[in-house]
């Protein structure tokens, strides 16, 4: 399977320089940057130590310091913090949705990198369908939403 990409020739010197920059790097570029910024995320919360905070001391969560519910991501540094250290009933307490998807993106990184860095097929790709995201996107909706229902069984998603 042959994929063409259309790309328009930039107009200014920065876009043709960042243009040049990217038809020249090698293949291994993208996947390093994204790693970069993993260990950028893992830096932060070995600094913050999220699970001695809770979520009205730095770092905070603006949605529940202005609001008093729990956004949809409320939790997700300390569910990353109790993964990192293997404590995965303490991971899923902090942020259900995000344990759930932990493992996905973990396998879906390693084979977009195993296939663009080493061009091989040994790593099958997992193809997520249009309905299959709309489901997980909908399911963390209602996450979102159960998380700030005061009473029981509810009351076991609060952060």
Known sequence: MVVTVLVQEPTNRFNRFVYRLWTRSPRWT??????????????????????GTDAFESPTCLVK???????????????????????LPAAARSHLMAVFAAP??????????????????????????????SIFLAAWGVFSILRNLPWAPFTWFFV
């Open 30 to 51: 993208a996947p390093a940057l994204v790693l970069v910024c993993f260990f950028g995320g893992v830096a932060y919360t070995v600094a913050a130590q999220p699970t």
């Open 65 to 87: 310091l202005t609001t008093g519910f729990d956004c949809p991501g409320c939790g997700g540094t300390r569910a990353f913090w109790y993964l990192m250290h293997g404590n």
């Open 104 to 133: 996905f993106l973990v396998y879906m990184y390693i084979a977009w990198t195993a296939g663009l860095v080493f061009r091989t097929k040994r790593v099958p790709m997992l193809r997520l369908s249009p309905l299959a995201i």
